[in-house]
Every structure is written in C-alpha cells, then in structure tokens.
C-alpha cells in the first residue's frame, strides 16, 4: 500500500504566500510523476499542476507565473509553492502521484486533501 500525506495548507490573506507539501510512502519502487489538483466548494476537482521525476512541469493557465511546483526524488516528496495568492485559489488541494508498487506495477494515488483558503 501507498499512502500520499498533505500539509501546508491554511488561511492567508490575498497577495500571500503558501508552501503545501505532499510524502508519499509505503511499498514503493519509484514515483513517475506527482502533482496537485484542487476542488472548490461546488466545483468540479480542477487539475492545477504536475511534475515528471525528471523534472518536466506543467501548470494550469490560471496558476502561470503564481505557483511552482517541484519535487524531491529521494524523498518522494512534491511541493506547491504558492504566491500571490487570490481568493479564487481557495479550495481542497489534493496531491497525486504515479507510483510503481511493489508487486503491483504501476498506479495512481491521491491524498486526502489540504484546505487552502484566501480571504479578501
């Protein structure tokens, strides 16, 4: 079994900063790829971005420039960091990764989630 773990998430005010991290343990072999998604109150899960282990990123359009992911392979840890946030920002953060099981080959997994939440 995997287990992804989320912390970092918070309340801040517009134009702050937040750093969300994600750790992924359990019988792991190797993480293909992590990255975040995030769900607002009466939305549909919205990915935000993705990081590959050989470091390619991609990002949603409404993130460039605000937030970068990146991540730590000998860790299996990936990191959100989050700046001049906006209140449209605020949402359940989920973390996500690829992973190859011990003897289960390949498959996703996804924490339970961190509140992130930006006031005006």
């Known amino acids: 079994q995997v287990q992804l773990v989320e912390s970092g998430g918070g309340l801040v005010q517009a134009g702050g900063s937040l750093r969300l991290s994600c750790v992924a343990s359990?019988?792991?072999?190797?993480?293909?790829?992590m990255g975040w998604y995030r769900q607002a109150l009466g939305k549909k899960r919205e990915w935000v971005a993705d990081?590959?282990?050989?470091?390619?990123?991609n990002y949603v359009d409404s993130v460039k420039g605000r937030f970068t992911i990146s991540m730590d392979n000998a860790k299996n840890t990936v990191y959100l960091q989050m700046d001049a946030l906006k209140p449209e920002d605020t949402a359940l953060y989920y973390c996500?990764?690829?992973?190859?099981?011990?003897?289960?080959?390949?498959?996703?997994?996804w924490g339970q989630g961190t509140q992130v939440t930006v006031s005006s």
């Open positions: 990081i590959s282990s050989s470091g390619s990123t």
């Open positions: 996500a990764a690829g992973v190859v099981e011990k003897g289960m080959g390949s498959r996703d997994y």
């Open positions: 359990g019988s792991i072999i190797s993480v293909t790829a």
